[in-house]
């Protein structure tokens, strides 16, 4: 018996000399890589995945590897974000383009059914009007032209209302496109017209144009309110308020020319309340000023199809500098 009890406290003070190894702590190692952030308009607010860096464009920032969230803010702009991966110890470069809050640019467009070269323009413009930009960012008008074709049907239907705005830029080849009354850029090219798109919905406007229609009867009524929100640099004595009645997604049976198109967007009905535009000269301070334009309803218009673009511009030096609709 003594020498089992012996045995026991052997094996207990043996059992109380050893030890476990000590636990290792579970520690994270973050790998990092920075993101360079730029920007078409300069100081712009850069949050990362909701906060607030602290950092303003154009900046690097440095942060864990994986997806994250780049978003810029800027006064009178909009907001504007983008995912971005971030690789171990490496630099992804990221630009953006912020828009001016409200600010809308119109494309005029110079076609002809049988312009060969107006295909391709005509495809631009319907992707860049109702994708790539939106209705509420970019609104075209399409003028048509007496050439190479003289018996355009949409040129016949309203002559003088193309002959006026030819005229007034001085177009003489099919297609050419006028961004806000002054660029011009290659109507084929759609990195060029989108580049000039761009470069004009970073200005800050000092309008903000609203646009309604309803039918009645077989009228066409068109309410129009214009908000004057800076007047620096302005000269209303030279500004005029056109308004101009297009129908978009006109289709037929065969092609009306020798280019092959079938389908047609945006195409000019009428100018209002004339193709020389009302003048602004009466208007010397901010605030909101209201017009009303009327037509008869054409037998041939789809009336369902029929919508109303709104631009003020500067008559001598052809700048839009807004524009509205009611798309």
Same mark, same amino acid.
């Given at each position: 018996?003594?020498?089992?009890?012996?045995?026991?406290?052997?094996?207990?003070?043996?059992?109380?000399?050893?030890?476990?190894?000590?636990?290792?702590?579970?520690?994270?190692?973050?790998?990092?890589?920075?993101?360079?952030?730029?920007?078409?308009?300069?100081?712009?607010?850069?949050?990362?995945?909701?906060?607030?860096?602290?950092?303003?464009?154009?900046?690097?920032?440095?942060?864990?590897?994986?997806?994250?969230?780049?978003?810029?803010?800027?006064?009178?702009?909009? /907001?504007?974000? @983008? +995912?971005?991966?971030?690789?171990? #110890?490496?630099?992804? $470069? !990221? *630009?953006?383009?912020?828009?001016?809050?409200?600010?809308?640019?119109?494309?005029?467009?110079?076609?002809?059914?049988?312009?060969?070269?107006?295909?391709?323009?005509?495809?631009?413009?319907?992707?860049?009007?109702?994708?790539?930009?939106?209705?509420?960012?970019?609104?075209?008008?399409?003028?048509?032209?007496?050439?190479?074709?003289?018996?355009?049907?949409?040129?016949?239907?309203?002559?003088?209302?193309?002959?006026?705005?030819?005229?007034?830029?001085?177009?003489?080849?099919?297609?050419?496109?006028?961004?806000?009354?002054?660029?011009?850029?290659?109507?084929?090219?759609?990195?060029?017209?989108?580049?000039?798109?761009?470069?004009?919905?970073?200005?800050?406007?000092?309008?903000? /144009?609203?646009? @309604? +229609?309803?039918?009645?009867?077989? #009228?066409?009524?068109? $309410? !129009? *309110?214009?908000?004057?929100?800076?007047?620096?640099?302005?000269?209303?004595?030279?500004?005029?308020?056109?308004?101009?009645?297009?129908?978009?997604?006109?289709?037929?049976?065969?092609?009306?020319?020798?280019?092959?198109?079938?389908?047609?967007?945006?195409?000019?009905?009428?100018?209002?309340?004339?193709?020389?535009?009302?003048?602004?000269?009466?208007?010397?301070?901010?605030?909101?000023?209201?017009?009303?334009?009327?037509?008869?309803?054409?037998?041939?218009?789809?009336?369902?199809?029929?919508?109303?673009?709104?631009?003020?511009?500067?008559?001598?030096?052809?700048?839009?500098?807004?524009?509205?609709?009611?798309?």
């Amino acid at each position: 018996m003594k020498n089992l009890l012996l045995i026991i406290i052997a094996a207990l003070l043996l059992l109380s000399c050893q030890t476990n190894p000590p636990a290792t702590p579970d520690v994270t190692i973050n790998e990092y890589g920075t993101i360079k952030i730029i920007s078409n308009v300069g100081d712009a607010q850069i949050f990362l995945d909701g906060n607030n860096t602290g950092k303003v464009t154009p900046d690097t920032i440095k942060t864990t590897v994986g997806n994250h969230t780049i978003e810029l803010r800027k006064d009178a702009y909009d /907001i504007t974000n @983008q +995912s971005v991966n971030v690789i171990k #110890n490496s630099t992804v $470069e !990221i *630009s953006f383009n912020l828009y001016a809050a409200d600010k809308i640019v119109l494309i005029e467009d110079f076609a002809n059914v049988s312009c060969v070269p107006c295909v391709t323009s005509n495809k631009i413009l319907e992707q860049l009007t109702n994708h790539t930009f939106g209705r509420n960012k970019l609104v075209s008008i399409k003028f048509p032209t007496n050439f190479p074709s003289p018996v355009d049907p949409f040129y016949l239907a309203n002559g003088p209302d193309c002959n006026s705005r030819m005229g007034y830029y001085s177009i003489i080849l099919a297609p050419t496109n006028i961004i806000n009354g002054k660029l011009k850029p290659i109507p084929s090219d759609s990195n060029d017209v989108k580049a000039k798109v761009i470069s004009e919905l970073a200005k800050i406007p000092q309008f903000k /144009i609203h646009v @309604q +229609s309803n039918i009645n009867a077989n #009228n066409f009524i068109i $309410e !129009i *309110s214009v908000e004057v929100k800076d007047l620096t640099n302005l000269d209303f004595s030279k500004l005029v308020l056109h308004t101009v009645v297009t129908e978009t997604n006109i289709e037929f049976a065969t092609p009306p020319g020798s280019n092959g198109e079938t389908k047609f967007y945006d195409v000019m009905r009428k100018m209002l309340p004339d193709n020389q535009g009302e003048s602004l000269a009466s208007i010397n301070q901010t605030g909101t000023y209201t017009f009303q334009r009327q037509i008869p309803i054409n037998q041939n218009w789809v009336q369902s199809n029929l919508n109303t673009v709104v631009f003020i511009q500067n008559k001598e030096t052809k700048e839009i500098y807004q524009a509205g609709s009611t798309f």
